[in-house]
């Protein structure tokens, strides 16, 4: 029996999709404001697999601003302290991961 490609391509993408656990960022005051900021150029796992310090999360946001992200300075700031209060280094409030 000969399969297409298609169905070996969607036979794929539904074991990928299955196995690998979504991830989420942590609730928080400034969640929805990451993930709609943030998640214009890039996924949320590029966000939640990065551990990074105040002053790291804040060299990062503002070359993300130089990159052509938009931030009013309110939604920066706010933006700063989510990251660096729940992907801070030593943060115990990791994401959820979804099974």
């Known amino acids: 029996m000969r399969?297409?490609?298609a169905s070996v391509a969607a036979a794929a993408t539904l074991?990928?999709?299955t196995s690998a656990p979504a991830q989420e960022l942590p609730e928080g005051q400034g969640k929805a404001l990451v993930?709609?900021?943030?998640t214009?150029?890039?996924g949320i796992d590029v966000i939640v697999s990065q551990r990074?310090?105040?002053?790291?999360w804040t060299a990062e946001v503002s070359r993300m601003?130089?990159?052509?992200?938009e931030l009013s300075?309110?939604?920066?700031?706010?933006?700063?302290?989510?990251l660096a209060k729940y992907l801070g280094p030593a943060s115990q409030n990791a994401p959820a991961s979804r099974k």
């Open 3 to 5: 399969l297409s490609l």
């Open 15 to 17: 074991i990928i999709a």
């Open 35 to 38: 993930q709609t900021a943030c």
């Open 40 to 42: 214009q150029c890039h």
């Open 52 to 56: 990074r310090s105040r002053d790291d």
């Open 65 to 69: 601003i130089g990159n052509g992200a």
């Open 73 to 82: 300075d309110e939604d920066y700031n706010q933006v700063i302290q989510y």
